[in-house]
């Protein structure tokens, strides 16, 4: 069987008997006979962790980074094309890091293993490090095997430097073993946190509430509850790149704006911003941030942004959705408003085109362009300038 192309999840295609067969972790140009490799791919490399393949987080391990770029650049150009948007799909920004560039990692646990879920699985595979996570969730991770996790079914470890933040997800109220946690963890490092989650409750156990932050002169409380992109040096390549579509003359609108990093970003440049996310402790640190910041040019609303996109005044829209896309009634009320600018940063390849091709009546686009936020894997972040028709840009 000749392997002739690359999937949407990183997966082989190959053909039999006119039938698309999917083979995960075989690359275009093999040739496998009984599950064996006859031909390798000339990009074929060896991957480094040693659960590669058992477990579901990477599926791009064994190919040369140039071309996991090159296939991200594909796997958007393929699904534009589907939607017959015809536009130029630039080079994927490469990552300085494509190991241990994650800044926050969520372990499942079944009382037994400590691990990350196999492929298109609740099974946990095992493990004593993962090479995505920075070297200090790693560390932390150590640490962790040093304890008894009977009692613990999740457990979310985030940091920036040694800036530690964990939260153990409980199946009971027995804080022993995180009382020998917050002991060991303290030979680590002076500055952690940690969370226990029980039923609805999260207790704050130890350590600080939460640690400030510093990017783009901005100060901003790193807590447990609230979404960061997971690759920091990638996601200030973004952020500088929507910065450079902003004037001093824009009101921006920042819908679905999570704990509120870009907006304030934003709102030292721009007139005015209103960040719109609908999860409430995310929109408090959005305020603690506008506080700390002395952002008077910035408002944090709570709420659905397609119930209060018609309420607000802006020429400018930035929408950073989850995987599901924009909302189809903002997209109608963007169609309606015609601000002059929609920046938008999707996370999905598929339903970016879908909301693409909604406005495609109304804006040109100016550039569209991938990040790779998550090397090893097959997810890609794009960025696309949209300009309303007949506007100079
Ligand atoms: C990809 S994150 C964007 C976060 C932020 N822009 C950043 O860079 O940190 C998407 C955010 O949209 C929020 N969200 C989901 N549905 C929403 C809705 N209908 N209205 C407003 N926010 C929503 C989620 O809670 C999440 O914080």
């Known amino acids: 069987?000749?392997?002739?192309?690359?999937?949407?999840?990183?997966?082989?295609?190959?053909?039999?008997?006119?039938?698309?067969?999917?083979?995960?972790?075989?690359?275009?140009?093999?040739?496998?006979?009984?599950?064996?490799?006859?031909?390798?791919?000339?990009?074929?490399?060896?991957?480094?962790?040693?659960?590669?393949?058992?477990?579901?987080?990477?599926?791009?391990?064994?190919?040369?980074?140039?071309?996991?770029?090159?296939?991200?650049?594909?796997?958007?150009?393929?699904?534009?094309?589907?939607?017959?948007?015809?536009?130029?799909?630039?080079?994927?920004?490469?990552?300085?890091?494509?190991?241990?560039?994650?800044?926050?990692?969520?372990?499942?646990?079944?009382?037994?293993?400590?691990?990350?879920?196999?492929?298109?699985?609740?099974?946990?595979?095992?493990?004593?490090?993962?090479?995505?996570?920075?070297?200090?969730?790693?560390?932390?991770?150590?640490?962790?095997?040093?304890?008894?996790?009977?009692?613990?079914?999740?457990?979310?470890?985030?940091?920036?430097?040694?800036?530690?933040?964990?939260?153990?997800?409980?199946?009971?109220?027995?804080?022993?073993?995180?009382?020998?946690?917050?002991?060991?963890?303290?030979?680590?490092?002076?500055?952690?946190?940690?969370?226990?989650?029980?039923?609805?409750?999260?207790?704050?156990?130890?350590?600080?509430?939460?640690?400030?932050?510093?990017?783009?002169?901005?100060?901003?409380?790193?807590?447990?509850?609230s979404f960061y992109q997971v690759n920091d040096e990638i996601k200030n390549k973004i952020y500088s790149d929507i910065l450079c579509n902003i004037t001093s003359n824009d009101e921006v609108l920042d819908a679905y704006s999570g704990s509120g990093l870009l907006s304030a970003i934003i709102a030292k440049v721009a007139k005015k911003v209103v960040g719109v996310e609908i999860v409430k402790p995310a929109t408090i640190n959005a305020n603690k941030l506008k506080e700390i910041n002395k952002l008077c040019n910035l408002e944090n609303i709570n709420g659905d942004t397609a119930k209060l996109i018609d309420k607000i005044k802006f020429n400018v829209c930035v929408l950073d959705p989850p995987r599901a896309g924009v909302n189809i009634k903002v997209i109608q009320s963007l169609n309606m408003l015609m601000p002059e600018k929609i920046i938008y940063l999707s996370c999905n390849p598929a339903t970016l085109a879908r909301d693409l091709k909604l406005l495609e009546n109304n804006y040109n686009i100016i550039s569209l362009k991938p990040y790779d936020m998550f090397p090893n894997t097959c997810h890609v972040e794009t960025l696309v300038i949209m300009c309303k028709k007949n506007n100079k840009f």
């Not at 015809?86 to 494509?98: D, G, W």
């Not at 109220?173 to 946190?193: M, Q, S, V, W």
């Open 1 to 225: 069987m000749i392997i002739e192309d690359l999937g949407m999840n990183g997966e082989g295609i190959a053909h039999e008997n006119g039938k698309a067969v999917f083979m995960p972790f075989y690359l275009p140009g093999e040739i496998i006979e009984n599950g064996k490799i006859i031909k390798k791919s000339e990009f074929r490399i060896t991957p480094v962790c040693p659960y590669f393949k058992a477990c579901g987080g990477c599926n791009l391990q064994h190919l040369k980074y140039e071309k996991t770029l090159k296939f991200k650049q594909n796997k958007i150009k393929n699904v534009l094309n589907k939607f017959k948007i015809n536009v130029e799909v630039l080079e994927c920004e490469p990552s300085a890091k494509i190991f241990n560039y994650r800044n926050k990692i969520t372990l499942k646990c079944d009382g037994k293993k400590l691990g990350l879920y196999k492929l298109n699985s609740h099974e946990i595979v095992e493990i004593e490090d993962c090479k995505l996570a920075s070297e200090e969730i790693n560390s932390v991770i150590k640490i962790i095997k040093e304890i008894k996790i009977n009692n613990i079914k999740e457990i979310i470890i985030q940091n920036y430097n040694k800036n530690i933040l964990v939260t153990f997800k409980l199946i009971n109220n027995d804080f022993n073993n995180i009382k020998l946690f917050k002991e060991k963890i303290k030979n680590y490092t002076k500055n952690y946190a940690i969370f226990a989650e029980y039923e609805d409750k999260t207790i704050f156990h130890a350590g600080e509430k939460y640690f400030i932050k510093e990017e783009f002169n901005i100060k901003y409380p790193f807590t447990n509850k």
